[in-house]
């Protein structure tokens, strides 16, 4: 089945430090692969979104390249800050199946 | 209030309880999903909807029941609560069930089951 694999974290950066967060999949079709974003005690929001392959999604600094040959999604954002805190999920929709990966929790120090 | 919103919010029950959690989105999306949250999980499909009176199994389905009689509303019971259905729940809504459209999520339940 389909699956989606990154790190759990923490990350811990220091304010305006790159960041990446990986992530890879493996899929039977085609599908969209999306970040969504957690913050403390709220529901998930989604941040970008990518539906073909070589797509790059951005939102709010952040960006991440639809990676057909290896398989990747990864976050990136060039300058993070203290906001920036929270827990990100990578994920593949492929028509009405989602599946998360298990969040990542980034931790941004000042 | 627009958008998708969870009842309650928080809630400790007993083991052997019934519970239902409650989920109402204002949009009129066709589909509409239960994921439940744990650590080192993420997020797990509990059940999912297409629409009025269609739903389905998702990657988590015992122990719970759905159902959906109006197309805004899609509460989630548990018959019999157990401890290991400690967990944050989360409601979803989708306009389609096309890849390319985003599911938009509550703000969650907290169960605790004593």
């Known amino acids: 089945g389909d699956s989606v694999t990154q790190m759990e974290g923490p990350v811990t950066l220091s304010e305006e430090a790159f960041l990446t967060i990986n992530c890879t999949y493996t899929a039977t079709g085609y599908p969209s692969l999306f970040w969504y974003v957690q913050y403390p005690g709220e529901g998930l929001q989604l941040l970008l979104k990518a539906t073909k392959a070589d797509d790059k999604g951005s939102n709010k600094g952040f960006e991440a390249t639809y990676r057909k040959e290896t398989t990747s999604f990864h976050l990136e954002k060039g300058s993070v800050q203290v906001s920036d805190s929270a827990v990100y999920f990578c994920a593949l929709i492929f028509y009405q199946k989602v599946t998360f990966g298990i969040g990542t929790k980034l931790q941004v120090i000042p | 209030d627009a958008g998708i919103t969870q009842s309650p919010r928080y809630k400790i029950t007993e083991t052997g309880r019934q519970v239902t959690l409650m989920c109402h989105q204002t949009w009129s999306h066709s589909y509409m999903f239960w994921y439940r949250q744990d650590l080192g999980h993420g997020l797990r499909l509990i059940y999912y909807?297409?629409?009025?009176?269609?739903?389905d199994k998702g990657e988590v389905p015992d122990g719970y029941v759905v159902s959906r009689s109006k197309t805004e509303n899609f509460p989630l019971t548990l018959e019999s609560a157990t401890r290991s259905q400690t967990s944050v729940y989360f409601c979803?809504?989708?306009?389609?069930?096309?890849?390319?459209?985003?599911?938009?999520f509550g703000p969650g339940t907290r169960l605790t089951v004593l």
């Open positions: 979803a809504s989708s306009e389609s069930g096309s890849s390319y459209n985003e599911q938009f």
């Open positions: 909807s297409a629409a009025a009176d269609i739903t």
